[in-house]
């Protein structure tokens, strides 16, 4: 809302489109922080119909580890 109380519909600024892969990153780290403050990191159902399936694709477990990944990028910054 503008200082009106009215919507604004049409922004001038354009949508960024292009992003660079650190843009990209960096943008989704931003995202990831934003989450993780409103809800839990691991949503993962506790059992499904493709348990079998997915045990066997990820070394027995239902899905991959993020954990390393996750680590990986927040001890970047």
Do not use: Y
């Not at 580890?65 to 990986?72: A, G, H, L, Q, S």
């Amino acid at each position: 809302m503008n200082s009106g109380g009215k919507w604004l519909l049409n922004s001038s600024s354009k949508l960024k489109t292009d992003w660079t892969w650190e843009e990209w990153q960096q943008s989704r780290a931003t995202r990831r922080a934003v989450a993780e403050r409103i809800g839990p990191t691991v949503i993962r159902r506790t059992a499904s119909s493709s348990d079998a399936r997915l045990c066997n694709a990820f070394n027995g477990q239902r899905g991959p580890d993020f954990t390393r990944e996750r680590e990986r990028v927040h001890s970047r910054g």
